[in-house]
């Protein structure tokens, strides 16, 4: 499998709410994410399909684990389900905290430049694209930044 070859998968913006994600992913306590199908639908990209694989990055953009998609719903936001919230892996343990810590962060700015409307907001029927998948893979940093000998390229 090279990883070249698939796509990425970045979870929120790089930084701490990155880092905590993906250490979820990789503990395999997260096993379901939640995006805007809106955001699919300005980029002009497809809506993940079941059986895809992933590449997970971190926030310095490092592959860390292959993901493959299980499931894969288009819900209403009032429809998102307490095992699909629970499944996220953020600690909520209610569908109303999900979603209050969900509508914050679309509701930020980074998410509404991402979107180009400076006054973007979320409510009942906002089509949401709830995914469920599995870790196939670990990728250890060290084997994917170095050569076949094991020497990291251009270093010493």
Do not use: C, N
Request: proline share 6%; no cysteine.
């Amino acid at each position: 499998m090279d990883l070249d070859d698939l796509p990425r998968a970045e979870f929120a913006f790089p930084g701490p709410l990155r880092d905590r994600l993906v250490a979820a992913i990789l503990a395999g306590t997260k096993t379901s994410t939640s995006s805007l199908v809106l955001g699919y639908e300005r980029e002009g990209e497809p809506l993940p399909r079941v059986g895809q694989r992933s590449v997970v990055v971190d926030s310095a953009d490092r592959p860390v684990a292959v993901i493959e998609t299980t499931e894969v719903r288009v819900l209403r936001l009032a429809d998102v389900d307490l095992q699909h919230a629970l499944d996220e892996g953020e600690g909520d343990e209610s569908v109303a905290g999900w979603r209050a810590g969900h509508e914050a962060f679309w509701h930020s700015p980074e998410v509404r430049d991402e979107l180009g409307d400076p006054d973007f907001t979320v409510d009942d029927d906002t089509l949401v694209l709830a995914e469920r998948f599995r870790v196939v893979r670990h990728i250890d940093a060290e084997r994917v930044h170095s050569g076949p000998d094991g020497a990291t390229p251009g270093g010493s």
